[in-house]
Nanobody, 118 residues
Framework: QVQLVESGGAVVPPGGSLTLSCVVS????????LHWYRQSSGSERELVAT????????TEIESVKGRFTVSRDVPKKILYLQMNDLKPEDTAVYYC???????????WGQGTQVTVSS
């Protein structure tokens, strides 16, 4: 059974830090491109960061470069998003996604809420 379970969301003040985790099961973790998306109220879901199946790490949004770091632990099958210097505009539900285009496989977690507020 495919599962992606995010955790780590919380309410933090501006300037704070959080680490999101996505624990994966049910498929070959290191064969997929792994993504973090986020969606704030009233906005479309946007791609935040990627770890490709080869391990290449990509920060997709200019506004989080230098603050967010994506990584994966292949043996443990966990995807991480380290977020530093959080800003109110980072408030959103953060989702973990695993995608393998050639297989047309696309899996999502349930999301974890991050709220940046004083």
């Amino acid at each position: 059974q495919v599962q992606l379970v995010e955790s780590g969301g919380a309410v933090v003040p501006p300037g704070g830090s959080l680490t999101l985790s996505c624990v994966v099961s049910g498929f070959a973790f290191n064969r997929y491109d792994l993504h973090w998306y986020r969606q704030s109220s009233g906005s479309e879901r946007e791609l935040v960061a990627t770890v490709t199946n080869t391990g290449r790490r990509i920060t997709e949004i200019e506004s989080v470069k230098g603050r967010f770091t994506v990584s994966r632990d292949v043996p443990k099958k966990i995807l991480y998003l380290q977020m530093n210097d959080l800003k109110p505009e980072d408030t959103a539900v953060y989702y973990c996604n695993a995608n393998w285009k050639q297989l047309q496989a696309d899996y999502w977690g349930q999301g974890t809420q991050v709220t940046v507020s004083s």
